[in-house]
């Protein structure tokens, strides 16, 4: 049986027990939310020992160099010893700029980008509510957009932090936010493969963040928007992308109200308009069926595993 050394202790591992589980059933002070690897709140360091693969995904180069990985994805075979890191605790203060309600579901919440910030667009952040409360949120914004950080927020009416920040928040308040997580961006590789976006719900934020970049890095190839709603409401973007449509001849938009078919009309489509995705780059965001479902059809619509970039979103109703 593994042995897990933190804060000068010794803990025995079972085989079927994450690392973080472990240290929370002894009590250990550690940092964790959605314990799926999504939100990255429980990253720790390697002191000995070399991260399993699987206990880095989804974090950068940098991190993984640094032998920082996720502990609640940590099942490790052999004795480790790891700490705390600081990275994953510092938290940046961000002031409110604009709170706009666009409908009864959905807000969108422009913050001040705070001194020595950088994402790109597509990435995530956590907003800290307090420090037992965070939730995940993607950057639907450009980088030099007016020194702004615009994310797109769903209400869920018995959720904790969806309320507070639909009823309490008020412009010029300040909350606290973490860095910019996630891999699922627009890159330099891209600039020559046509384009195909996959997105639900305000999984359809990022994928604003991503194809906004690529038109603004002069595109020329093909841009193709698929996004899909429960109602119209979930919609909420549907304005501007038909703008887009309007202004740039290489972009294509293709929308659905799923309504009681759930995630079934995007994939029809896709399967039927799409046969061939050889070359292509596509990004998928939304919920984690939905997003592993795409996955596979986009696979055997002929993408590349290193050309299908996804980020998916737990909504938790509380």
């Given at each position: 049986?593994?042995?897990?050394?933190?804060?000068s202790k010794?803990?025995?591992i079972?085989?079927?027990?994450?690392v973080?589980?472990?240290?929370?059933?002894?009590?250990?002070?550690v940092n964790?939310f959605?314990?799926?690897?999504l939100?990255q709140s429980?990253?720790?360091?390697?002191?000995?020992?070399t991260p399993?693969?699987?206990?880095?995904?989804?974090l950068?180069e940098?991190?993984?160099?640094?032998?920082k990985?996720?502990?609640c994805?940590c099942?490790p075979?052999?004795?480790?010893?790891?700490?705390?890191c600081?990275?994953?605790?510092?938290?940046y203060p961000?002031k409110i700029l604009?709170?706009?309600?666009?409908?009864?579901e959905?807000?969108?919440l422009?913050?001040?980008?705070?001194?020595n910030?950088s994402?790109?667009?597509?990435?995530?952040?956590?907003?800290?509510?307090?420090?037992?409360c965070l939730r995940?949120?993607s950057?639907?914004?450009?980088c030099d957009?007016k020194?702004?950080?615009?994310?797109?927020i769903k209400h869920?009416?018995?959720g904790?932090?969806?309320n507070?920040?639909?009823?309490h928040l008020?412009d010029g308040d300040?909350?606290?936010?973490?860095?910019?997580?996630?891999?699922?961006?627009?890159?330099?590789?891209?600039?020559?493969?046509?384009?195909l976006?996959?997105g639900v719900s305000t999984?359809v934020?990022?994928?604003?963040?991503?194809?906004?970049?690529?038109?603004?890095?002069?595109?020329?190839?093909k841009?193709?928007f698929?996004q899909?709603?429960?109602?119209?409401?979930?919609?909420?973007?549907?304005?501007?992308?038909?703008?887009l449509k309007?202004?740039?001849?290489?972009f294509?938009?293709f929308?659905?109200c799923?309504e009681?078919?759930?995630?079934?009309?995007i994939?029809?489509?896709?399967?039927?308009?799409?046969?061939?995705l050889e070359?292509?780059?596509v990004?998928?965001c939304?919920d984690?069926?939905?997003v592993?479902s795409?996955?596979?059809?986009?696979?055997?619509?002929?993408?590349?595993?290193d050309d299908?970039?996804?980020?998916s979103?737990?909504?938790?109703?509380?």
């Amino acid at each position: 049986m593994p042995s897990i050394k933190f804060n000068s202790k010794n803990y025995n591992i079972s085989p079927d027990q994450s690392v973080l589980d472990l240290l929370i059933l002894n009590n250990e002070e550690v940092n964790y939310f959605c314990k799926s690897g999504l939100c990255q709140s429980c990253m720790m360091e390697f002191n000995e020992g070399t991260p399993p693969q699987k206990s880095q995904m989804g974090l950068s180069e940098a991190d993984k160099l640094q032998k920082k990985f996720l502990p609640c994805l940590c099942f490790p075979e052999d004795d480790i010893s790891i700490k705390k890191c600081n990275e994953e605790n510092k938290k940046y203060p961000a002031k409110i700029l604009a709170k706009e309600i666009i409908n009864n579901e959905i807000i969108i919440l422009k913050l001040k980008k705070p001194n020595n910030y950088s994402f790109y667009p597509g990435q995530y952040l956590n907003i800290y509510k307090d420090n037992k409360c965070l939730r995940s949120y993607s950057i639907a914004s450009l980088c030099d957009e007016k020194n702004e950080i615009e994310l797109h927020i769903k209400h869920f009416f018995q959720g904790e932090m969806s309320n507070w920040i639909f009823t309490h928040l008020k412009d010029g308040d300040e909350i606290n936010i973490s860095r910019a997580l996630g891999n699922c961006f627009f890159t330099p590789e891209a600039r020559n493969k046509p384009l195909l976006f996959l997105g639900v719900s305000t999984g359809v934020a990022p994928l604003l963040g991503i194809c906004r970049q690529a038109i603004s890095a002069n595109h020329n190839e093909k841009i193709h928007f698929i996004q899909g709603g429960k109602n119209k409401n979930s919609l909420y973007a549907d304005e501007f992308l038909h703008n887009l449509k309007l202004m740039h001849n290489n972009f294509s938009l293709f929308s659905c109200c799923l309504e009681n078919n759930e995630n079934n009309n995007i994939l029809k489509y896709v399967e039927e308009n799409y046969l061939n995705l050889e070359n292509w780059k596509v990004y998928i965001c939304g919920d984690p069926n939905f997003v592993d479902s795409a996955k596979e059809l986009v696979f055997l619509q002929g993408a590349h595993s290193d050309d299908i970039h996804s980020d998916s979103f737990l909504f938790i109703n509380k």
